[in-house]
């Protein structure tokens, strides 16, 4: 009888353990999480982008005139592409992450140069999987252009 009681007790702990597990999915922040400083210059948040999906992909070119833009790009302080220069539309460089929050996270453009015509601006698209939307973002040698993306 004492084994059958001691059985019981273990499988009994061991189903408990495994269901309760603190993975409960991702934080959901409710506000902007932008710092207001990235790298020793102050962050400009430029605007809002709702998405469907934390899954996204992302591109970016030169917006303008093709000078010699080149630029980082973070999401949520996380380097997704580095030192890259811009080109034009047809040779978009493109990179897919997740996003690690729902709600809240933001993408970041640092500009390493301003080209020969300043700002440095560069156009992005992201795309959840159920659509794309484009934005421009501005950077120069004092100031990070930011950009909201909150996942609903």
């Given at each position: ?86 080109d034009g539309p047809g040779n978009k ?41 484009e934005f421009i973002l501005e950077a ?13």
């Amino acid at each position: 009888m004492k084994k059958i009681i001691i059985r019981s007790v273990i499988v009994f702990s061991f189903l408990l353990i495994t269901s309760c597990s603190n993975d409960d999915g991702p934080t959901r922040n409710e506000i902007s999480i932008v710092p207001d400083t990235f790298l020793d210059r102050e962050n400009e948040i430029l605007g809002t982008i709702e998405l469907n999906s934390r899954d996204v992909t992302i591109s970016v070119w030169d917006h303008g005139t093709i000078d010699g833009d080149i630029v980082s790009i973070y999401v949520n302080d996380e380097i997704v592409i580095a030192e890259r220069e811009l080109d034009g539309p047809g040779n978009k460089f493109t990179v897919s992450t997740t996003l690690e929050y729902e709600g809240y996270n933001y993408v970041l453009l640092y500009a390493h140069n301003e080209g020969s015509i300043s700002p440095n601006t560069a156009s992005m698209s992201i795309d959840d999987g159920i659509s794309t939307r484009e934005f421009i973002l501005e950077a120069n040698l004092l100031t990070n252009g930011a950009v909201d993306l909150v996942v609903n």
